[in-house]
């Protein structure tokens, strides 16, 4: 069975700190697809990563970065000097590989990050 | 490029009555999605087409519900006999699915569904 779980429930942060909100998964799937959404008060996801499960390199997209350590299963998100816009709810999701390609998303139940100016 | 459309953004109605949605996804994209999101959870995967066959169901997809993609573009989501528990918000997504054109889910703003 697959799971993704997202521990952190809410997140409070002062603008400019640094905040890591955290994925951990399971799948019994040897390839398998990772992915970061944001959820703002206006409701549509966004896309904002997708790792597969060869790619273990960490990402850095401006103050955005990712962390994928398969040897803990964890896939986190941390995001750097924090913006009050960066407010939202962040949801971790995996899918698993079906014929070469991506299947349906399983996603986590999210944390919801205020940034306080 | 316009995004993953959907129509309407809100719907009310009372209990027993039948509903549809309408989703247009990304021009080009073979893989069309539906989702169900419930207040202070993440999304749930429903149904899923390439192109206009519809390739597989989750189990919470009850009878009630029906999905079609009659010319593999636009999809149409319908519950009947609605019931309180139906009530949630509906996500579209679409993708570019292929072995060298594998590109991510793209979501629509929803449909938010309240049953009466």
């Known amino acids: 069975a697959q799971k993704v779980t997202q521990a952190q429930t809410e997140i409070s942060v002062v603008e400019k700190e640094d905040v890591t909100l955290d994925c951990v998964y399971e799948?019994?799937?040897?390839?398998?697809?990772l992915f970061w959404y944001k959820q703002p008060p206006s409701g549509e996801l966004v896309f904002l990563i997708r790792?597969?499960?060869?790619?273990?390199q960490n990402e850095i997209s401006g103050r955005y970065s990712w962390n994928f350590q398969k040897s803990t299963s964890s896939f986190n998100f941390t995001i750097t000097a924090s913006q009050v816009v960066d407010s939202a709810v962040y949801f971790c999701?995996?899918?698993?590989?079906?014929?070469?390609?991506?299947?349906?998303?399983?996603f986590g139940k999210g944390t919801k990050l205020s940034v306080k100016p | 490029d316009t995004g993953v459309s959907q129509d309407p953004r809100h719907k009310i109605t009372k209990r027993g009555q039948n509903v549809t949605f309408r989703c247009d996804p990304i021009?080009?994209?073979?893989?069309l999605y539906w989702y169900r999101q419930t207040l202070g959870q993440g999304p749930e995967f429903l149904t899923y087409?390439?192109?206009?066959?519809?390739?597989?169901k989750s189990r919470l997809l009850s009878d009630r519900f029906s999905a079609e993609r009659p010319k593999g573009s636009f999809s149409t989501l319908e519950i009947q006999r609605t019931e309180q528990g139906d009530s949630a918000m509906y996500l579209c997504?679409?993708?570019?699915?292929?072995?060298?054109?594998?590109?991510?889910?793209?979501f629509g703003d929803g449909t938010r569904l309240s049953i009466l």
């Open positions: 799948t019994r799937d040897t390839t398998y697809y």
């Open positions: 999701a995996l899918s698993a590989e079906y014929g070469g390609s991506q299947g349906n998303l399983i």
């Open positions: 790792r597969n499960s060869f790619d273990e």
């Open positions: 087409f390439q192109n206009e066959a519809q390739l597989e």
């Open positions: 997504a679409s993708s570019l699915t292929g072995r060298s054109e594998d590109q991510p889910q793209h």
């Open positions: 021009s080009e994209h073979n893989r």
